[in-house]
């Protein structure tokens, strides 16, 4: 049933891809969002109902989409954006503070998930972004976020402020923010290495209003929000990369298969054999995780419940992750460093999801409190 989701996902993909080769950013977004990916009831695979619950619809959809050949960074912000913003806020939301956003669904408005600073990343309590409540019950905000995905092109940020100064756990709150507005100042895009289709920036707020029903859930209540994001980020964000490993692990195959060595094929070598059998079991791990992760999800239970095995699923695929295009590069020989060989696959994406979504040895620490060790950041 998976399957037949992400063939016929994929097979959409490939159609909207095709029709856009070449188009912006957005365009490309808009292009894939109308096959319903980031709908909030995404469609079951054509034809006939799928019996997939949501999540594991649109876990399938991201696969397909990435299996179809969009770029990492283009996957990577669709699965940013449909699993570490939409889901999280579903239940927050009121429909109508959701209707008030636009076309989310439709790909007409792009969301940014503005938590970091140039002063502090992995420590949000760190933050100085400040939300002043004023009389009239809205608020003012003040200060800057760096290193936010989707930043320089993004319409609408969840971004988390201080509005209070102690360092507590209800110090923080959350806001959805217009950034169309001349209050925001945004960077040009950053020149970064990683998932280099989705631009990041920096985005500065100098005293925006903020009318009260722009505050997500109630005031003080940002940290506990954040750790319903970051708990979906964890279980699902590393869907992103399932599509472009199979694509990997495909041409590494066909590569090891037609290339001759010694007066044979490459993978009759069995130590070729056993490392493209190691790229199949990283991905066959990653697979089994993240979609284990969907299926509990689907079947409600709260990402809070799920944060410790959603730690330890995205160490587990974002070193795998590395590990498996480890192995294809080693295997590619010189290929592996010439662009338009083919046979070039991007080492340092798979890298950088060693540090968003939490660092992994912060999580580790995470990992090894929760196991009872007195371990603390
Ligand atoms: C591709 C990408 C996309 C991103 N998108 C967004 C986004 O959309 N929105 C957003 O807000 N942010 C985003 N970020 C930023 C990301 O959330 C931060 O990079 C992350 O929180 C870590 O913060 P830092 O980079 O400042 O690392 P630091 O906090 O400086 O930590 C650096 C490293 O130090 C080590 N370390 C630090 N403290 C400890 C400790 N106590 N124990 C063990 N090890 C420790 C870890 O190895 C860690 O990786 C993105 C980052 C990347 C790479």
């Given at each position: 049933?998976?399957?037949?989701?992400?063939a016929?996902?994929?097979?959409s993909a490939r159609?909207?891809?095709?029709?856009?080769?070449g188009?912006d950013?957005?365009?490309?977004?808009?292009?894939?969002?109308a096959?319903g990916l980031l709908?909030d009831a995404p469609?079951?695979?054509s034809?006939r109902a799928?019996?997939?619950?949501?999540?594991t619809?649109?876990?399938?959809?991201?696969?397909g989409?990435?299996?179809?050949?969009?770029?990492?960074?283009?996957c990577?912000?669709l699965a940013?954006?449909r699993?570490?913003?939409?889901?999280p806020?579903?239940?927050v939301?009121?429909q109508?503070v959701?209707?008030s956003?636009?076309?989310v669904a439709?790909?007409?408005v792009?969301?940014?998930?503005?938590l970091?600073e140039?002063?502090g990343?992995s420590?949000?309590?760190s933050?100085s972004t400040?939300?002043e409540r004023?009389?009239?019950?809205?608020?003012?905000?003040?200060?800057?976020?760096a290193f936010?995905t989707a930043a320089p092109?993004a319409?609408v940020?969840l971004v988390?402020a201080?509005?209070?100064?102690d360092?507590t756990p209800?110090?923080?709150?959350?806001f959805?923010v217009?950034l169309?507005?001349?209050e925001?100042?945004?960077s040009?895009p950053f020149r970064k290495?990683?998932?280099?289709?989705?631009?990041m920036?920096?985005?500065?707020?100098g005293?925006v209003?903020?009318?009260p029903d722009?505050?997500v859930?109630?005031?003080?209540?940002?940290?506990?929000l954040?750790?319903v994001t970051?708990?979906?980020e964890?279980?699902?964000?590393?869907?992103y990369?399932?599509?472009?490993?199979?694509r990997v692990?495909?041409r590494t195959v066909?590569?090891c298969?037609?290339r001759?060595?010694f007066?044979?094929?490459?993978g009759?070598?069995?130590?070729?054999a056993?490392r493209?059998a190691?790229?199949a079991?990283?991905?066959?791990?990653?697979?089994e995780?993240?979609?284990?992760?969907?299926a509990?999800?689907d079947a409600?239970?709260?990402?809070?419940?799920?944060a410790a095995?959603?730690?330890?699923?995205?160490?587990s695929?974002a070193?795998?992750y590395v590990m498996?295009?480890?192995?294809a590069?080693m295997?590619?020989g010189?290929?592996?460093?010439?662009?338009?060989s083919?046979?070039?696959p991007?080492l340092?994406s798979?890298m950088?999801?060693?540090?968003?979504?939490g660092?992994?040895?912060l999580l580790r620490v995470?990992?090894?409190?929760?196991l009872g060790?007195?371990?603390?950041?």
């Amino acid at each position: 049933m998976v399957e037949n989701a992400v063939a016929s996902a994929a097979k959409s993909a490939r159609s909207a891809l095709s029709r856009t080769t070449g188009a912006d950013f957005r365009t490309r977004w808009k292009a894939l969002a109308a096959e319903g990916l980031l709908s909030d009831a995404p469609r079951p695979p054509s034809g006939r109902a799928a019996g997939l619950g949501p999540v594991t619809t649109a876990l399938a959809g991201i696969e397909g989409i990435g299996l179809a050949g969009a770029p990492a960074g283009l996957c990577y912000a669709l699965a940013s954006q449909r699993f570490g913003i939409q889901c999280p806020l579903r239940p927050v939301l009121s429909q109508e503070v959701r209707h008030s956003l636009g076309d989310v669904a439709g790909g007409d408005v792009l969301l940014c998930h503005a938590l970091t600073e140039e002063g502090g990343g992995s420590d949000p309590l760190s933050m100085s972004t400040s939300a002043e409540r004023q009389e009239d019950g809205s608020y003012v905000l003040t200060g800057m976020k760096a290193f936010v995905t989707a930043a320089p092109i993004a319409d609408v940020g969840l971004v988390f402020a201080r509005t209070s100064a102690d360092r507590t756990p209800f110090a923080l709150s959350a806001f959805l923010v217009d950034l169309r507005v001349p209050e925001v100042k945004r960077s040009d895009p950053f020149r970064k290495t990683a998932l280099t289709e989705v631009p990041m920036g920096s985005l500065t707020f100098g005293g925006v209003r903020l009318a009260p029903d722009r505050l997500v859930g109630h005031e003080g209540s940002g940290l506990a929000l954040l750790t319903v994001t970051t708990a979906w980020e964890r279980a699902m964000l590393l869907s992103y990369a399932l599509g472009p490993m199979r694509r990997v692990l495909e041409r590494t195959v066909d590569w090891c298969k037609s290339r001759e060595h010694f007066g044979r094929k490459m993978g009759s070598s069995h130590l070729v054999a056993a490392r493209v059998a190691d790229m199949a079991l990283a991905l066959h791990r990653s697979r089994e995780l993240v979609y284990r992760m969907a299926a509990r999800l689907d079947a409600g239970e709260r990402p809070r419940q799920l944060a410790a095995d959603a730690a330890l699923t995205k160490i587990s695929v974002a070193e795998d992750y590395v590990m498996f295009t480890q192995q294809a590069t080693m295997l590619g020989g010189v290929r592996s460093f010439i662009e338009d060989s083919g046979l070039c696959p991007d080492l340092i994406s798979p890298m950088a999801a060693s540090t968003y979504a939490g660092p992994n040895d912060l999580l580790r620490v995470t990992v090894a409190r929760e196991l009872g060790l007195p371990v603390e950041n």
